[in-house]
Nanobody, 125 residues
Framework: QVQLVESGGGLVQAGGSLRLSCAAS????????RAWFRQAPGKEREFAAA????????YYEGSVKGRFTISKDNAKNTVYLQMNNLKPDDTAVYYC??????????????????WGQGTQVTVSA
């Protein structure tokens, strides 16, 4: 069973930056896509960013494009989310996810078999 462990969340002022990390453990695992989702207070969990493991192709939700950068380190089996120019609307619990096969779309919750426990990101105005 693959475990995903997030780190790097915290409290930051608007305009600040944070870097989230998500390391896979338990066994050697790469999958096809790694992704970040987020769930703001009172809202549904939504897609933020994704990256394909072998090719490094990236995908972003429109409101984070240009501010967030997803990247990966294959050797460490770790994915990162660099978040710059943070806004109060970015406040959410951020979850990393990993798929096992490229079924469905990259921004679909149902695609991902493995999920982390989430890390809180709070952006003050």
């Amino acid at each position: 069973q693959v475990q995903l462990v997030e780190s790097g969340g915290g409290l930051v002022q608007a305009g600040g930056s944070l870097r989230l990390s998500c390391a896979a453990s338990g066994r050697t695992f790469s999958g096809y896509t790694r992704a970040w989702f987020r769930q703001a207070p009172g809202k549904e969990r939504e897609f933020a960013a994704a990256i394909t493991w072998s090719g490094g192709l990236t995908y972003y939700e429109g409101s984070v494009k240009g501010r967030f950068t997803i990247s990966k380190d294959n050797a460490k089996n770790t994915v990162y989310l660099q978040m710059n120019n943070l806004k109060p609307d970015d406040t959410a619990v951020y979850y990393c996810a990993a798929d096992t096969k490229p079924i469905g779309t990259y921004d679909s919750l149902a695609r991902y078999a493995y999920w982390g426990q989430g890390t809180q990101v709070t952006v003050s105005a």
